[in-house]
């Protein structure tokens, strides 16, 4: 998919520059427990644990997604993008949710960076004809449910805590006990991710390009958030702040069908000899 980069320096200059703050971020927020120290403890717990698997999983499959990516591998894109996403939908939450600490230039340069990759990688992919790069085959009725069913779980687990709040000019207990003024996992997951998973579901029925571009994107996001939430249950079960296991259980789960269906998406990718 090679063609599809027009500016190849650039998204690679970004990506290293986003690969090398990710990975100071994620050593320090990993090893150095004075990185949250002025975080309650549960959200310091699940910053650590989102840390090691920013460092362990998101970095490597960053930098090997573009290489691939720029031999032309359409896998290697979808990986690229998906990864992409997820980066700047965490360092939204780190930027705003996290108290102010040492790192906070870097939570500032790594937003700023996976941003302006995502846009070009998603301008560069849209001159493409990605609607043919798929067999007719494509499980695309499958594939549009299950992203509506996730964004339903997740618009019915916010909405849960945040309307009653509302109804009674209150404030969200995941609010107060973090010492936030909002909960930016709401903000982003409320206006921007879930409608952004609905979106890509009704394009790809109607076989819209944008639904090709961002079904499988959607899906390596959701695959690679789960896996992050998956290790914040076991750092706060480690920490001592909370033996509930069973969200990193659900969010298993959530891994291992998102894995399913876009290993069923990609696998009806065509040969790339003619990308």
Known sequence: MNASNPSPRILTGLS???AASLTVVSIFGAFAPA????????????GMGQDWVDLFLVVPLLILSLTF???????GAYLYGGTLLYVLYSFFIYTFGVHFNRLFLLYCLTLGAS??????????????EVENWFGNKIPA??????????????YFLWLKDVVPATLNDAVPKSVSDYGLLVNPVHVLDLAIALPGLVIAAL???KKRRMG???TPIFLVFVLILAVALIGMGVMLKLKGVSDDISIAVIFAVLAVIST??????????KPTENA
């Not at 990516?69 to 896998?75: A, E, N």
């Not at 009725?141 to 997740?154: D, E, G, P, Q």
């Not at 399913?260 to 990718?269: A, D, N, P, S």
Request: hydrophobic share 65%; aromatic share 16%.
């Open 16 to 18: 290293f520059l986003l």
């Open 35 to 46: 990185t949250y120290e002025r975080d309650a403890p549960s959200m310091a717990a699940q």
């Open 69 to 75: 990516m720029l031999r032309g591998s359409r896998v």
């Open 115 to 128: 941003l302006y990759a995502f846009v070009l990688f998603l301008c560069a992919l849209s001159r493409q």
């Open 141 to 154: 009725r499958a594939t549009a449910v299950y992203l509506l069913i996730v964004a339903s779980m997740f």
């Open 203 to 205: 394009l790809l029925l």
């Open 212 to 214: 090709y571009i961002l």
């Open 260 to 269: 399913i269906f876009l290993l069923m998406f990609l696998g009806h990718l």
